[in-house]
C-alpha cells in the first residue's frame, strides 16, 4: 500500500532518531533517498550493537534503513552541494539530525532552503534543542535518558539509577517528528507553504514522562520514589510490578488487594481493605506477595487469576514469546533483501483497511542509486 508514494524525502540524517521517522515514511510509500558521505557514509553502518553483521555492516543499519534509496555527496563540496539542492527542489521534504549549526555552516539552513523550495517540510531532531548551554551536547539515548529523570524511575528504591534497554529517545523523537511532518504536509494542502519542524530528544523523552512529571509538578515537586520491592510505576500502589514465582515470573497490574487475597488464598492481605494503604503501605503489600507467589509457579498462578479477569501476565524473554500464538498472529516479522543474501526484521506496526505494510527492500549500499538518481534529476 503506498499511502505516501508521491512524496520525496531527502534524508540527511544517520543512526537512529532521524532515520527511524524516515523508516516509517517509507513504510507508508514515501520515496526516502539517503545523503551519506563519501567512504564512510552513515556512521551507524559500522557502530555495531552486537557481533551480528549483514554484508560486513551493522544490523541495526539495516534494520532501520530499509527501503531506501543512497545517493553518495559531501555537503562540503561546493558541486557536490549544488546537485543536493537541485534534489532539495525536487523534494517534499528534508530531514536531518545534526547538531545545531551543522546546516548552516554547510550551506543548507532553513532559510537556504526555503527560497530554493518554499513548499518543502524542512524536519529536524537534535539532542536538547538550539539554545541555551545545552544544545552543543551530545544527543546519545543513554545521556538523554541520564538527565532526563527516567533512569530513576526503572527497578526498585535501592538500585542505580537504571536505563532502558532499548533506544527509547531515538525512536520517540524519530515518531514526533513523523507527527510533526504528516501535519505540516497536511496544512500544507490548504496553505500551498512548507514549515519548518523540530523536535529535541530531550523534548521527546521528557513528553513520554507527561504522567508522572505532571504528579511532580502538583505535589510539591516531591520526587517519585520507587517500590523497595518489585517496583513496576513510581506512582502506582500495590500489587503493581514483576514478582518471581516458583518456576517463572508473574506481572501483576492495578488489583484491588483484599480480593486478591481471597483468589491467592492469602489471608495476610485481606486486612488491606482501605484503597490509601495500597500505596502507602505498598512495600508490605509487596513483600507479603512476593513471599506467597514464590510457592507456586506462575502457570498455577495464572490459571487461578485469569478466569476471574485479573490484569496479570506471565513475563517473557524473546524466545519463549515468539512460540506464542499471540505473537504468531500479528505476523511481526518479514525478511528483507539484501544482495543475494535476506535478512529477518520487523515490519511497520501500522494497519491500514486491515493490510499489514511490508517492503521486501533492505537498506542499499553506499551510493547504491548515486549514478541513478543523477540521471533522473539530470544533474
Known amino acids: 500500500m503506498k499511502l505516501l508514494e508521491d512524496l520525496l524525502i531527502v534524508d540527511?540524517?544517520?543512526f537512529l532518531s532521524g532515520p527511524s521517522a524516515s523508516l516509517r515514511l517509507a513504510d507508508m510509500g514515501a520515496r526516502v533517498?539517503?545523503?551519506?558521505?563519501p567512504v564512510t557514509g552513515d556512521i551507524c553502518r559500522s557502530l555495531y550493537v552486537s557481533d551480528v553483521k549483514v554484508n560486513g555492516e551493522s544490523t541495526i543499519f539495516h534494520a532501520i534503513n530499509r527501503n531506501k534509496e543512497s545517493y553518495q555527496a559531501d555537503i562540503k563540496n561546493p558541486h557536490d552541494l549544488n546537485e543536493i539542492k537541485k534534489l532539495i527542489k525536487k523534494a517534499d521534504v528534508l530531514i536531518h539530525n545534526f547538531r545545531p549549526g551543522v546546516m548552516e555552516r554547510n550551506g543548507l539552513s532553513y532559510d537556504i532552503v526555503k527560497a530554493l523550495n518554499?513548499?518543502?517540510?524542512?524536519?529536524s531532531i537534535n539532542g536538547y534543542g538550539d539554545e541555551g548551554g545545552w544544545k552543543d551536547k551530545p544527543g546519545q539515548d543513554l545521556l538523554?535518558?541520564?538527565?532526563?529523570?527516567?533512569?530513576?524511575?526503572t527497578g526498585n528504591i535501592e538500585d542505580n539509577p537504571t536505563p532502558m534497554g532499548?533506544?527509547?529517545?531515538?525512536?520517540?523523537?524519530?515518531?514526533?517528528?513523523v507527527q510533526g511532518i504528516l501535519t505540516a504536509l497536511f496544512s500544507r494542502i490548504t496553505t500551498g507553504e512548507g514549515a519548518l519542524v523540530e523536535v529535541s530528544m530531550l523534548e521527546s523523552l521528557l513528553d513520554f514522562q507527561f504522567e508522572v512529571l505532571t504528579c511532580f509538578y502538583n505535589d510539591g515537586h516531591a520526587l517519585p520514589q520507587r517500590s523497595a520491592v518489585s517496583n513496576g510505576h513510581a506512582y502506582i500502589g500495590a500489587p503493581y510490578g514483576i514478582y518471581k514465582s516458583a518456576e517463572g515470573y508473574l506481572a501483576l497490574a492495578m488489583v484491588d488487594i483484599p480480593s486478591l487475597g481471597r483468589l491467592l488464598?492469602?489471608?495476610?492481605?485481606?486486612?488491606?481493605?482501605?484503597?490509601?494503604?495500597w500505596?502507602?503501605?505498598?512495600?508490605?503489600?509487596?513483600?507479603?506477595?512476593k513471599d506467597h507467589l514464590s510457592l507456586k509457579s506462575t502457570h498455577e498462578w495464572l490459571a487461578?487469576?485469569?478466569?476471574?479477569?485479573?490484569?496479570?501476565?506471565?513475563v517473557f524473554d524473546y524466545d519463549k514469546l515468539m512460540k506464542q500464538d499471540g505473537y504468531k498472529v500479528l505476523e511481526m516479522e518479514q525478511d528483507v533483501s539484501i544482495g543475494n543474501q535476506f535478512l529477518k526484521t520487523t515490519r511497520c506496526p501500522i494497519r491500514v483497511d486491515g493490510q499489514i505494510l511490508k517492503s521486501a527492500k533492505g537498506a542499499p549500499s553506499l551510493g547504491e542509486h548515486t549514478i541513478s538518481i543523477q540521471k533522473e534529476f539530470d544533474f
Do not use: M
Not at 518554499?118 to 524536519?123: N, V
Not at 488464598?265 to 494503604?277: G, K, R
Not at 500505596?279 to 506477595?289: G, P, W, Y
Not at 487461578?304 to 506471565?314: H, K, T
Open 304 to 314: 487461578i487469576l485469569e478466569p476471574a479477569d485479573i490484569w496479570c501476565a506471565e
Open 265 to 277: 488464598e492469602c489471608d495476610a492481605l485481606l486486612s488491606y481493605t482501605n484503597p490509601s494503604d
Open 144 to 153: 538523554l535518558q541520564a538527565v532526563s529523570g527516567l533512569t530513576f524511575l
Open 118 to 123: 518554499p513548499k518543502l517540510i524542512y524536519a
Open 33 to 37: 533517498i539517503k545523503i551519506e558521505r
Open 166 to 177: 532499548v533506544a527509547v529517545t531515538d525512536i520517540l523523537a524519530g515518531t514526533h517528528l
Open 12 to 14: 540527511f540524517s544517520q
Open 279 to 289: 500505596f502507602d503501605k505498598r512495600d508490605k503489600i509487596k513483600v507479603i506477595l
